[in-house]
């Protein structure tokens, strides 16, 4: 009998669904490892991806065919081992969205209306106006990264009557960007932004994209949102950034170490709005990621096929 293991924690409701699918597959799930983890070893299909370490099991394992990673980014998968032995990965592009997208516009909004501050002078029984000044309205907006992610920033973007400015690799347009860049135009559209927002994976391509140079063509009234991976920034050119006046403020969900240790910086500066790489979570991720992605995936994988959604090309990391 086949294999499939479930390193998350799904409803009964989601496993009857996934049952119903692969009626003669062995289903293996839980949210505690002892449940699964000797699984590993002979699962023909992984869906999740556990903390741990377990690139011992995928080597291994001989059965292994596909895994479907319930992240949109798979930098923590062991990728050369997952290429070596050609392994289709398939990731959760797509399920955050709407969170993601969310969060950043309350991150532009918190700092445009000085939400932050305010929070600040109410702990501290403090009536005091901050000079709030600020609108999002009409205001340039670059996305670094037009995916899902950046599609659904833009779109509401528009809705704020805002300017939208977009580099993707490709170059190709988006009906809710204004003007689209490719990455040797990045500092033309730095120059330009209110707002710079990180949503690109993080690959070879993009690891510390965003330098000190970038950060110095950026208006001093600018602000910065990273909701991306850590490691798509130099956190130290960031910080000196921040602490030198070339930037406004910063809104950053993701960080080179996570958690971010106590003695770090980044955690006593006003101008900097920090969130525990929560940006998205959200009610419906578990059913978007089953019905959405993973259901049809495994219905097509079943057939023969190779799953269709979101087939992430390893060499290049999404």
């Known amino acids: 009998m086949k294999k499939l293991v479930i390193t998350k924690n799904v409803t009964e409701k989601h496993v009857q669904s996934i049952k119903d699918a692969a009626p003669n597959w062995e289903i293996v799930y839980g949210k505690e490892p002892e449940q699964w983890l000797s699984h590993l070893k002979d699962a023909e299909i992984i869906a999740g991806w556990p903390k741990q370490d377990i690139r011992t099991f995928i080597d291994e394992n001989q059965n292994l065919k596909w895994i479907q990673n319930w992240a949109a ?24 969205a709407y969170p993601i997208s969310e969060t950043i516009i309350g991150l532009m909004l918190a700092w445009t209306r000085k939400i932050h501050t305010y929070i600040r002078n109410q702990l501290q029984k403090k009536w005091h106006h901050e000079h709030m000044r600020l609108e999002i309205h009409t205001k340039t907006i670059g996305i670094i990264g037009v995916g899902a992610i950046g599609q659904e920033t833009a779109k509401i973007a528009k809705a704020f009557g805002m300017h939208v400015l977009g580099l993707r690799r490709t170059g190709k347009p988006f009906e809710h960007v204004d ?57 130290k050119a960031l910080i000196h950034a921040l602490q030198s006046g070339e930037i406004a403020g910063a809104g950053l969900d993701v960080f080179d170490n996570e958690p971010l240790p106590e003695d770090h910086p980044l955690w006593e500066m006003e101008n900097v709005i920090i969130t525990p790489h929560t940006a998205g979570s959200t009610e419906h991720y578990n059913d978007r990621m089953v019905y959405d992605i993973f259901l049809p995936n495994l219905k097509a994988y079943i057939k023969g096929k190779q799953p269709p959604i979101n087939l992430v090309d390893v060499e290049r990391g999404y």
Request: proline share 4%; hydrophobic share 40%.
């Open 73 to 96: 980014g798979i930098n923590a998968l062991p990728l050369e081992s997952i290429k070596n032995k050609n392994i289709w990965v398939t990731n959760a592009s797509g399920v955050h």
């Open 179 to 235: 003007e689209m860049f490719t990455p040797d135009r990045l500092h033309e559209m730095l120059e330009k932004c209110d707002y710079v927002v990180m949503t690109a994976p993080l690959t070879k391509e993009t690891e510390y994209m965003l330098k000190e140079e970038h950060f110095q063509v950026m208006k001093s009234s600018a602000f910065f949102i990273n909701i991306s991976r850590g490691r798509t920034v130099d956190e």
